[in-house]
């Protein structure tokens, strides 16, 4: 946030101080001395990013104009960026792949863009990539229900990706930790923001709960061969006395 901040600040500033550096004599900041700085806006991603374009905005002094961007990574090159007038992108493949560990929701990728400017002068501008699950469950979802009251739960999930395609969603349910998970043919899932299935609209009568039984859900999404999903479970309780 403290690194967001302080480009929003030298932006802002940019009109005043990058385009005409006699407007504030006093402003020396380290970045705008060397004659302009890097940003790049596409810092979340998902992992299905993997092959998408990823946008860096380019600020100069007059007169001064970026030649050239390398792309670093804990002190090495893997590759450069392509270079349009103010602004330069490169595909994200150049990360690597994206691979979360069982336990994982997210992982950070650090990056640094190092820009030559035809005035001699190089910036180092250092970012960090954040690389998240494409679905994600809702809070929300509830964690015990009433056996008869299954018929009227819903389950909440949300889509995120910078750029890439879903290909299609599903809910995949089983019960108890040793079962099976069966698919479901659901064909309208929202494949983008946020969504929500009722379990009524589900084949979970086919796993023929019990009180006491624990329903594993499982949201997956799909996009070319690669798939991003999540699990979460509910406590199968007893109904309460009506009085």
Known sequence: MIKTLKYIGIAILSAGVL????????FNNETVDLGGYAYLTDQNLSVFDNNETLNIDIFTQNGVTAESMELLQDGQSIGTATISENSASFNSSVLGS??????????????????????????????????????????????????????????????????????????????NANGTYITNNISDFPESGEGEIAL????????????????????????????????????????????
């Open 19 to 26: 385009t005409s550096c006699d407007d504030d004599d006093s």
């Open 98 to 175: 994206f691979t979360l560990e069982d336990d994982e929701t997210s992982t950070d990728y650090p990056l640094t863009l190092e820009t030559t400017y035809s005035n001699g002068n190089t910036s180092a501008d250092t970012f960090t990539i954040g690389v998240e699950e494409a679905i994600s469950i809702s809070d929300d979802n509830i964690a015990t229900i009433e056996l008869d009251s299954i018929d009227n739960a819903s389950l909440g999930y949300s889509i995120f990706t910078n750029s890439a395609s879903i290909d299609s969603v599903n809910v995949y349910l089983k019960r």
């Open 200 to 243: 009524s609209d589900t084949n979970y009568s086919d796993l023929n709960l019990a009180v006491n039984d624990t329903l594993y859900y499982r949201f997956a999404a799909y996009s070319g061969d690669l798939s991003s999903a999540q699990e979460s479970t509910i406590i199968i309780i007893e109904p309460e006395d009506e009085e």
